[in-house]
């Protein structure tokens, strides 16, 4: 991503969408680097009739992270192959060659991991997706209970919908609290969930309980992968 002008509302970021294709796939979106599971594809492999069959979104324009030479701001998505990706000593080398540069180093969900990975954690506070939240410390930082955690630089955030906090919270850094608003309100944003279970602390036990068994066998093979990446960091790994 590369800011046009001088970052005011009217002025705009260009994005460029990028596939880090060293172990599992990648793509580079508007809001960042998002790890996949499965096979690795090649830009020409995005056929827009093949994956419009099978419900997927299709990002025109894309290169590897190799060939972006710097950023305004890195943002890592979560998700199903984040395991991976903090395995991926190439992903994590570029993660960190970008970083050396980038106005803001950020997460959501489960991306905080593979910055943690990538060295850029240490000694800082870090968001998580809840049931992963635990790993940071692993890479040296500080897990932080809040939808949104501010350390310097580095910005991060929870799980899922957390991230539209992130989103308004970057909007407001990069163009002005009142063009945050104004995004805000657009989008509707004004959250009233049916439930007060959106967190571990306020579901009630026997919701925590079921979705924290759904978990366990992904827990596991993440937990295998974190000590792995920290023993790369020479950072010492809780038991």
Known sequence: MRRCGDGRAGSGYRVRAVPWRAGPRFRRAAHG???????TRTPGEYDRRRNSSRGRIIVGGLHR????DSCDIICVAGGAGIDDAILDEAFLAELRRLATTARFITSVCTGSLALGAAGLLR???????????????????????????????????????AGIDFALSIAAELIGADTAQEIQLQI??????????????????????????RYVGSSERRRAAVKIAAARLSVEVPS
Do not use: M
């Not at 680097?33 to 096979?39: A, K």
């Not at 000694?123 to 955690?149: I, M, Q, S, Y």
């Not at 969930?193 to 079921?210: D, V």
């Open 33 to 39: 680097f998002f790890p996949h599971s499965g096979r």
């Open 188 to 213: 509707e944003y004004a959250p009233a969930p049916p439930f007060n279970a959106g967190t571990p602390e306020t579901a009630p036990l026997h919701i925590l309980s079921n979705v924290s068994q």
């Open 123 to 161: 000694g800082k506070r870090a968001a998580c997706h809840w049931f992963a939240r635990e790993f940071l410390t692993a890479f040296g930082a500080t897990p932080d209970l809040n939808r949104v955690a501010r350390d310097g630089d580095v910005i991060t955030s929870g799980g899922v919908t």
């Open 65 to 68: 992270l190799s060939e972006i």
